[in-house]
């Protein structure tokens, strides 16, 4: 087989999920079902959405001294990733109102990285579907490309079901199942064809 002089085409994994593999090691992504927001030829922005922390909700409204249902604020916060932990982001189905920097992933998924959603939430004019994290993970150009040729993410089409509906503890083997594979039949060694 001749190969190829033509460089192969970018290709976006924005609105997809990285999967870890078995044999990923790295503590901040061992486990982790990674929703990409935003994947260019300059690197890659996604957030963690199966790591909750400790931290309920209550205490961002309480920062903002803004008033809150109860059961709001028991939600908890997720760990998004390393980057700028002290920042949040919030992943929501899209919906009329606009916040200021508010970014269309898919028809179904919309991030917003802006605090004047905060507010809408807490009183219940925020979208009904969301997940608010702290932190998120980047990838600077040809980093994240380098990392899937060396077998330590699984790529899966994104699903906002996924996101929103499915327990934290379910979500790796969710998405999986979305291209047909059993988490639990994966190899910590991964072999190269």
């Known amino acids: 087989?001749?190969?190829?002089?033509?460089?192969?085409?970018?290709q976006s994994l924005s609105n997809h999920f990285l999967v870890a593999m078995p044999g990923l090691l790295d503590p901040n992504f061992s486990h982790a079902v990674i929703y990409i927001c935003e994947h260019t030829e300059e690197g890659a922005m996604g957030l963690v959405v199966n790591n909750p922390l400790d931290i309920p909700l209550s205490q961002v409204f309480e920062q903002f001294e803004i008033d809150y249902p109860p059961a709001i604020g028991e939600q908890p916060l997720l760990s998004g990733g390393p980057v700028q932990t002290d920042r949040g982001f919030v992943l929501h189905r899209p919906t009329e109102r606009e916040w200021e920097s508010t970014l269309a992933i898919s028809n179904d998924i919309s991030l917003t990285a802006s605090k004047d959603i905060i507010p809408d939430i807490?009183?219940?004019?925020?979208p009904n579907d969301l997940i608010i994290t702290l932190g998120y993970s980047?990838?600077?150009?040809g980093q994240l490309e380098e990392e899937l040729a060396d077998n330590a993410w699984l790529t899966v089409?994104?699903?906002?079901?996924?996101?929103f509906n499915v327990p934290f503890d379910q979500r790796a083997h969710a998405a999986v199942a979305i291209i047909g594979i059993d988490l639990n039949q994966l190899s910590v060694n991964a072999g190269h064809a």
């Not at 087989?1 to 970018?10: L, T």
């Not at 807490?122 to 925020?126: D, L, N, S």
């Open 122 to 126: 807490a009183q219940e004019r925020g």
């Open 1 to 10: 087989m001749k190969p190829s002089s033509e460089k192969n085409p970018f």
């Open 138 to 141: 980047g990838w600077g150009s």
């Open 157 to 163: 089409p994104g699903d906002a079901n996924i996101v």
